[in-house]
């Protein structure tokens, strides 16, 4: 919802085939949403609940998900709802799928792409992926948000509009608000202030001490690095998001 409402002009663009209130009617597009993967109920559930990398087979029976889902709900939810379940893997740069096959000639063509993809979808993918890889799933445990928005930088590059992208990046924190940290100079601290303007950088509240013990007066930190999630290193996640985004 707050991705639709900071780039709720950007949609209108995109809807100019309905009223401004109509195109920010985003009830068709949270329906699609909480449909998109019905059509996973018609693939074999030892597909779905593999707990390993899937086979090139059982990849292709997987990417027939989005058709199926198609099919149970069309003529039963509106058509934007319906369409977004059928094309919520599309990317903007012609890497996702289901391909198209011309009515007329039986013809397989090329997935969609760019504007081609309605506005509602290109959401769609972006909020998919991310809640995809932040969730606990039978083949991997969720990962920090940190480490997902840099895998979306860097190993999703030119699956998303831009626009949709970047308005995205400004409200979703690489440090969740509470998330407990621990900075640069030893001390744990947990995040209290997201930083729009430099992500990587939000406003922190001393806990311990470097030595585990606490604080008796907590100080505020905005400028000392975060090194550690969990015990885990996330520097090698930073470089991509330490510029400063553009505003949308």
């Not at 039963?76 to 379940?85: K, S």
């Amino acid at each position: 919802m707050l991705l639709e409402i900071k780039i709720e002009r950007y949609i209108i663009e995109q809807r100019t085939f309905k009223s401004p209130r109509d195109a920010k009617d985003l009830q068709l597009r949270g329906l699609g949403c909480l449909l998109h993967d019905v059509g996973k109920m018609e693939v074999p559930i030892e597909i779905v609940f593999k707990p390993g990398p899937l086979t090139r087979e059982e990849m292709e029976l997987m990417k027939l998900h989005p058709v199926c889902g198609h099919e149970m709900v069309k003529g039963r939810v509106p058509p934007t709802a319906a369409e977004i379940v059928l094309n919520h893997h599309q990317r903007w740069n012609d890497e996702g799928y289901p391909t198209r096959v011309d009515a007329r000639t039986g013809e397989k063509l090329s997935p969609l792409s760019g504007k081609q993809i309605t506005i509602f979808n290109r959401i769609a993918t972006v909020v998919d992926i991310c809640d995809a890889a932040t969730s606990n799933r039978v083949y991997s445990e969720a990962k920090l948000p940190v480490q997902v928005l840099y895998e979306m930088r860097t190993w999703c590059h030119g699956f998303f509009d831009p626009v949709v992208e970047q308005a995205f990046y400004e409200i979703i924190p690489p440090f969740p608000i509470g998330q407990v940290v621990k900075l640069s100079n030893g001390v744990e601290a947990a995040v209290v202030d997201f930083n729009p303007r430099f992500p990587v950088q939000p406003k922190v509240q001393g806990i311990r001490d470097p030595k585990g013990r606490r604080f008796p007066d907590p100080a505020l930190y905005d400028e000392l690095e975060i090194v550690s999630v969990h015990d885990v290193d996330i520097r090698p996640y930073l470089d991509s998001q330490n510029l400063v985004p553009e505003l949308v």
